[in-house]
Every structure is written in structure tokens, then in C-alpha cells.
């Protein structure tokens, strides 16, 4: 329900619901053990899952709510500008109470969905939220009800201006919304529709185990070792978790046709154009941009992807390169562990050169206990930032291994981190940024970090791999995303006619991955299940394009900063503190640049292309 999720907000169920329980140490990330690596301190939301706050704060939102319903409900018409105002101000107030809670549960279910009593608790959270929520579900649609005239007249007071950005997200989806009654029984199911069959991803994932070596793992630490320097050890863990995922397809493609199914369901009632349309509105983009994003990256698979990973094949001495070389390190590359400790430095003194006051904020979740660094049993799989509500603040997941990439990655979700921090102050419902903004920070921090080690790096052939590492975490980001998008388009695209068996899944995967990587590629039957473990499908449909928006735009953002432009990081920080009160469009015009240009994706394309550009000439 795209439409209902705008005022729900996603912070409250995200796409990686988690928990902080205490879990064994169990999992050793490379070159530091796990109990010497830091878990988060859920402390600022609440204590535990038996804290008496809880309850205290649900059962008073939830008579704030029936209070709410009685004062507003059918009234909204009648209210002044700033009766409005206020009116929205109280809102916004019982949103974040629930999404505190909400938030509470889902990190505590990230950390560990593996307990029982987590997931119990999860679930638990997850429909008193509906259940209060329901009181609340008239507000946004008697909103959108609002004559323009009058709506307008009303804003002219200073105190609903204030909300203006909130009012014209909201009557974005005028067309897509459906009677008060239809909205209600969609948000009570929901519970026992898109959300469990995603808590049913979540728990499958973590509960499986591959076998290597004697040794019983979670799938992300054997999806770590095809990163690994021997290519034996890369092919086994490929081969294994091949091996567990086709064991397991059957379940996972029920849960993808039934998504795909309920979310075309959606779709026709509310009608939107095609599948991925709800999502673009979410993300307040049209979807003619979107369009022109996808195909420049398509047009240009071979001359980033095909042409890089041919380099690959020959640094490597392969004919063909299998679907577990694709990460693996380069020929000769020190395939050193980096200890948490140095971690933190390299990333916090990016940071602290581009401009202090961003360091500052980083320093603060370096120093508190914020981030939950290791890899341990049940945990989720790869790495986010969660926003959790202005009066707290985000907590960040990782799954750290002591790999450069994993550096990158603790760049990433700080700069989601700091995004968060200083959006904060833009309060609940005005600091989300939509997904095509979201990841800017994001990028741009691993640019900065990028750049720092290299301009710090005095070997050529050790530049030249971290070169190398860029151009395959860009690749990564851009033309492997787009890949992600296209197999999502096809799937949705073919499930209306009817449901697809895993092998026709196996196919459309196998696919979009041979025309996206390239010929330099031979890809074996059992990679055909690889699609199965992508958490994005399931919890975020079409989520993925935001990456390469992101990575496009972060390049062309970072060419304007390289080209020395006056008073660049104080654009740049207004920019993240406006969080969602301003489009891309507004956002952008400052730094001189307007992704709707089409010669605007070719400039963040361009940049990839150099950088495969000068790979060729070492």
C-alpha cells in the first residue's frame, strides 16, 4: 500500500526489521574476533522487550488516536489554516510515538530473527501499530479530499506553510486513492498479508545454514568468502550456497509470486500505469526520469560492465570468469584485514577533510554505541542505516568482515547516518527524503573515503586496485541495481499472467545477468537461484534504481565539489538538512545540475568510464 505508507511511515517497519538482543559471538570477522566488536544500545528507544514503557506509551497513543478520529474526523473542511496546522502537528506527534515503537522492534528483529521471542515480539508490535493506525487512516484521506481553492487559501497562514511540502506528498496520490472503508480493510490485512510473508524472507534467511568445510555458517558469511583470494574457496562457498538456495527455491518463489501478486492487486485498484509506477511516486520522481536513468545504464553495459570485467578475465588469466569471480580480489592484491579501529579512522578522517562539522556528527556515532558491527548467527544480512524517529536517533547495522569494501560500507551507512542526524530537525513527517535522494550521502561519503585513500596511496599497483575496487563497487551500484530493476520489471511483468515456477525465475535471472555483466562471463546452472536471497524484492519493490540515481547523481555532485566551487559544503549540508521538504529538482539547482536533463545520467556515467578508462592504460 504505497499510497498508506506515505503517512505510515517506513521507519517503523523497514525493509531490514531487526533486533539487538544479545547474541553469542559466534562468527569471527576477519582480523578482529566478534567480542571485540561493538553492538548497539537500543537504551535511547527503549530498555527492553519487557520495558513498561512500551505498553504505557502504545495504550496512550492509542487513546490519543480515538480522541484525534473525534475531534477531526469529517472536519477538516471546516478548520482554519492554522487549525490545520495544529491539527497536523498532533499527528505528527502520535506518528512518532508509533514509529518509536516500531522502530524498536524491527532493529531488535534485524539484530536476531533467529529468537523466537524477538519474532513474537516483532509481530506483536507490528499489529497493535495497525490496529492504533486504523484511527488515524482517516486524516490523510480527508486531506486529500480538500478543495484546491480552499486548501490553498488555507496555506496562505504562516502556520500550515510550514507544512506545504508535508500537504503536496500527501495529494500526490489523490488519483490512486480509494474509499475511506477499502483503505481500512487494506490496512488491518496487511498484517497477515505482505508483512508476514516478508517476516517469513526474513526468518528463512536467517535461520538457513551452509556447510563448508565441516563447518555450519550463515549465508552471509559464506556469500563473504566470494570475495576471497582463492579461487577453490570462492567456488565451494558459491557452489554451497547454490546448493542451499535451490533446496529452499520452492518456498522462495511462492513468496515472490505471492508479493508480486498482491502488489499488482494493489496497484489495480489504486491504477497505477505499471508496476513500478507507485514506487516513483513515492519517491516523489517521475517516471520519464526513471526511464531515462535505466536505459543510459542499459546502453551502456558494454562499455562499463562488459569492458571492465573483460580486464578482469586477463588480470586473471581466466578465458571466462564464473558468477564467483565477480567479486573476487585482483591478482597480487594485499588482501589485508582492517582492524574496526583503523576502520573508524579512515572513514572518520574523509570525513573531518571535506568539512568539519559533517565529522563532528560522525564522531558521535563512532563513539557511541550506535553501530552493530559484527557478523553473528541470525543477524541480518548486509548493512543499514535506520532513521528511528528526530527524538532519538539512527542506528546502523553492518556485517563487518575487515575488508576494504567493508570500509566503504561503514562510509555508506555513515552518510545515511549523518543525512538523518542533521534532517532531524525538519521533524517526523517533513525530514524523509525519498529513495532517489536517500542515497546521496550515502555515495558521496564513500566517494570521500575513496578519494582520501587514494590520494594517501604512494604504490602504483596498489592504486591500481583500489581503483580497480571502486570501478566494482560503481558497477555494483549502477549496472548491477539497473540489472536488479530489469529481473523485477520482467517478474512483475510476467506474473499477471500467471505464476512463475523457480525455474522461469532461474531464467529471467540468468538473463538480465548475462546481458548486464557481460560475455566475459560464463554463468553455471546454479547461479540460476542467486535471486533468492535479495532483500530489496521482497521487502522494496523497485527499491534497487535508487542506487544507481544515487551513484549517478553523487558523481555529477562530486565533479562540481572536484571543480573547487565556492561555498560547495554549505550548500551541501543545507541540501541534507532539508531532508524532505524540497524535491530533487529544487535540491539540485544550487550545484547547477537537473537529473530530468538527459545529458545529465551521462555525466555520472562518464565518470565509471574514466576511471575503466585509466585501468586500460596502467
Not at 361 to 380: A, E
Not at 451 to 473: I, Y
Not at 481 to 487: R, S
Request: charged share 25%; hydrophobic share 40%; glycine share 6%.
Amino acid at each position: 500500500m504505497e499510497h498508506t505508507a506515505h503517512l505510515l511511515r517506513s521507519s517503523r517497519l523497514p525493509a531490514f526489521a531487526a533486533d539487538a538482543g544479545t547474541v553469542a559471538a559466534t562468527s569471527p570477522a576477519q582480523g578482529q574476533g566478534t567480542s571485540a566488536l561493538p553492538r548497539w544500545d537500543l537504551s535511547a528507544l527503549y530498555n527492553s522487550m519487557e520495558d513498561p514503557a512500551i505498553r504505557q506509551d502504545l495504550d496512550q497513543a492509542e487513546q490519543q488516536a480515538r480522541a484525534f478520529a473525534s475531534r477531526y474526523q469529517g472536519k477538516l473542511a471546516e478548520l482554519s489554516g492554522a487549525e490545520l496546522a495544529e491539527a497536523i502537528r498532533s499527528c505528527e506527534a502520535l506518528e512518532e510515538t508509533l514509529g518509536k515503537a516500531g522502530s524498536y522492534a524491527s532493529l531488535l528483529f534485524a539484530a536476531n530473527s533467529s529468537d523466537t521471542a524477538i519474532s513474537r515480539f516483532s509481530q506483536s508490535i507490528s499489529e497493535r501499530l495497525t490496529d492504533i493506525s486504523a484511527h488515524l487512516l482517516f486524516f490523510t484521506l480527508e486531506l486529500n479530499r480538500l478543495d484546491d481553492a480552499d486548501l490553498a487559501e488555507k496555506v496562505r497562514d504562516p502556520a500550515l506553510a510550514r507544512w506545504k511540502p508535508f500537504l503536496d506528498d500527501t495529494r500526490l496520490f489523490r488519483p490512486h486513492q480509494l474509499s475511506d472503508e477499502v483503505e481500512k480493510v487494506l490496512l488491518e490485512k496487511s498484517v497477515t498479508g505482505a508483512q508476514s510473508w516478508s517476516r517469513l524472507f526474513d526468518e528463512t534467511i536467517a535461520a538457513l545454514r551452509v556447510t563448508l568445510d565441516g563447518e555450519e555458517m550463515p549465508v552471509g558469511d559464506a556469500l563473504n568468502r566470494l570475495s576471497d583470494s582463492d579461487r577453490a574457496v570462492r567456488e565451494q562457498a558459491g557452489k554451497a550456497v547454490g546448493k542451499v538456495f535451490a533446496e529452499n527455491v520452492r518456498l522462495f518463489a511462492l513468496i515472490t509470486n505471492t508479493l508480486a501478486k498482491d502488489k499488482a492487486i494493489s496497484d489495480g485498484l489504486r491504477h497505477y500505469a505499471r508496476p513500478t509506477s507507485s514506487r516513483n511516486l513515492s519517491n516523489m520522481v517521475e517516471d520519464e526520469v526513471v526511464d531515462a536513468l535505466v536505459s543510459a545504464v542499459r546502453q551502456d553495459y558494454p562499455r562499463l560492465a562488459h569492458r571492465y570485467y573483460a580486464l578482469k578475465a586477463k588480470w586473471m588469466g581466466l578465458d571466462k570468469l564464473e558468477h564467483w569471480d565477480r567479486n573476487a580480489p585482483l591478482p597480487g592484491c594485499e588482501d589485508r584485514k582492517i582492524p574496526w579501529d583503523e576502520a573508524k579512522q579512515i572513514v572518520q578522517k574523509a570525513y573531518d577533510d571535506f568539512d568539519p562539522r559533517m565529522g563532528r556528527v560522525i564522531t558521535t556515532f563512532l563513539t557511541h554505541p550506535w553501530i552493530d558491527v559484527p557478523p553473528v548467527p541470525g543477524k541480518s544480512p548486509g548493512a543499514f542505516a535506520h532513521p528511528t524517529v528526530p527524538s532519538a536517533h539512527p542506528f546502523i547495522l553492518l556485517n563487518y568482515h575487515g575488508r576494504t569494501r567493508d570500509v566503504m560500507t561503514l562510509a555508506h551507512e555513515l552518510g545515511h547516518g549523518v543525512h538523518q542526524v542533521l534532517a532531524a530537525k525538519q521533524g517526523y513527517f517533513l525530514s524523509n527524503t525519498p529513495l532517489t535522494l536517500a542515497e546521496t550521502a550515502s555515495v558521496f561519503g564513500e566517494m570521500l573515503t575513496f578519494q582520501s585513500l587514494l590520494d594517501a596511496e604512494t604504490d602504483p599497483a596498489r592504486k591500481r586496485t583500489l581503483l580497480a575496487g571502486k570501478v566494482e563497487d560503481m558497477l555494483n551500484t549502477v549496472v548491477r541495481q539497473i540489472a536488479f530493476y530489469d529481473f523485477e520489471t520482467r517478474v512483475h511483468d510476467e506474473r499477471k499472467t500467471g505464476e512463475l515456477l523457480p525455474e522461469r525465475i532461474g531464467e529471467i535471472w540468468q538473463q538480465v545477468q548475462t546481458e548486464s555483466l557481460g560475455p566475459a562471463f560464463n554463468f553455471t546452472p546454479d547461479y540460476s537461484v542467486f535471486w533468492a536471497y535479495i532483500p530489496h524484492f521482497i521487502h522494496s519493490p523497485f527499491y534497487v534504481y535508487a542506487y544507481a540515481f544515487g551513484d549517478c547523481l553523487v558523481n555529477a555532485l562530486y565533479g562540481v565539489f572536484s571543480e573547487g566551487t565556492p561555498g560547495f559544503q554549505d550548500k551541501y549540508i543545507a541540501m541534507l538538512e532539508a531532508g524532505g521538504t524540497k524535491r530533487h529538482r529544487e535540491l539540485l539547482a544550487p550545484f547547477g545540475l537537473d537529473a530530468s536533463d538527459p545529458g545529465f545520467w551521462r555525466k555520472g556515467l562518464d565518470v565509471i568510464s574514466g576511471f575503466i578508462d585509466q585501468l586500460e592504460q596502467a
